[in-house]
């Protein structure tokens, strides 16, 4: 089915039990930047539980394939949002059950999703983060560097490992606070022979005036700038969220915590062990409710 989003085409696929009547029903958040047309597992995985499933696989501008790399996360969340008034109305969907599903990147645009619309009415975030991107990508480098050590011990010492972080940390401030421009240059050019500089993630910076124009500089500053916490703090529907014990790109234990600072005491962490380590699954329901009861009231609504 197409979407008309501005001068933009989506096309979606919506699937649904094979069971007659009305069914809630899922959006299905891509976490990349691109759109994929494999399906994977959650599709049946989700049919089977008896709810209908949407995900968006392709948009068209000006007779042109997009993607979402220069895309700001409320693009993305608009999307998600027109595809979701596409498929509330259909005969076969329950309008007041439908929920959206957001993995790793795609766990920060759902929330910004079910500000815009009052239409969703649960989320289940797997792999969410709580820390603001920046710091999140500052988490992510040094544990690729870490990662890395493992699998070839001594490849990174303690002090190039903490080089890399700070050389990114000062990208994003300069990105974030349009300064500091040019002690960034000598920085670049001090490191960009070193063997941990590719793992700072902006090799491209080189493709880029310094300081960056205006247009570059917005979508720069779009890419690193969103604090999850000043959506989900707005949210007042029953969210699950699911994150492995040892996620390289996720701050487990800040992530915890900033939930408990936002949501208080009364939400349900749940730590499940298995093979590498322990998870946490945090039901955080409105009012507050055990995980249970959480999917009771999913399904009852």
């Known amino acids: 089915m197409l979407v008309a989003v ?15 009547g009305r069914h809630p029903a899922i959006i299905i958040m891509r976490p990349g930047y691109t759109f994929v047309k494999r399906e994977g597992e959650l599709v049946p995985f989700f049919l089977r539980q008896g709810l209908a499933v949407f995900t968006l696989t392709e948009k068209i501008q000006d007779g042109k394939s997009q993607n979402y790399n220069s895309s700001t996360f409320e693009e993305r969340a608009k999307d998600i949002v027109q595809g979701l008034n596409a498929i509330k109305n259909k ?10 599903f957001g993995s790793s990147l795609s766990s920060w645009v759902a929330p910004i999703a079910a500000d815009i619309s009052p239409d969703v009415s649960f989320m289940i975030l797997q792999v969410i983060s709580a820390q603001p991107v920046a710091e999140n990508i500052l988490y992510e480098i040094e544990n690729d560097l870490r990662e890395q050590n493992i699998l070839s011990p001594g490849t990174f010492s303690e002090k ?6 700070d050389v990114r940390r000062k990208l994003n401030y300069s990105i974030l606070n349009n300064k500091n421009w040019e002690i960034l240059k000598n920085e670049i050019e001090i490191s960009k022979d070193k063997s941990w500089f590719p793992y700072t993630r902006f090799r491209w910076i080189s493709n880029v005036l310094i300081p960056p124009d205006e247009k ?3 979508e720069l500053q779009a890419s690193i700038s969103y604090n999850p916490i000043s959506t989900l703090e707005k949210i007042k529907i029953p969210v699950l969220t699911i994150n492995a014990g040892f996620d390289n790109g996720i701050g487990l234990s800040n992530t915890k915590e900033r939930l408990k600072q936002l949501y208080g005491i009364d939400h349900l962490f749940t730590i499940s062990p298995n093979r590498s380590g322990n998870g946490v699954k945090v039901s955080i329901t409105i009012p507050f409710q ?3 009861h959480a999917v ?6």
Do not use: C, H, Q, W
């Not at 501005?6 to 094979?18: D, K, S, V, W």
């Not at 009771?296 to 609504?301: A, D, K, L, M, P």
């Open 6 to 20: 501005g001068n933009a085409e989506i096309t979606g696929t919506l699937f649904t039990p094979i069971e007659k």
């Open 91 to 100: 005969p076969e969907i329950d309008s007041k059950r439908i929920g959206l």
């Open 160 to 165: 190039g490992i903490d080089s890399a972080v």
């Open 216 to 218: 570059t500089l917005k």
């Open 290 to 292: 055990t995980e249970m």
């Open 296 to 301: 009771e009231n999913i399904n009852s609504r």
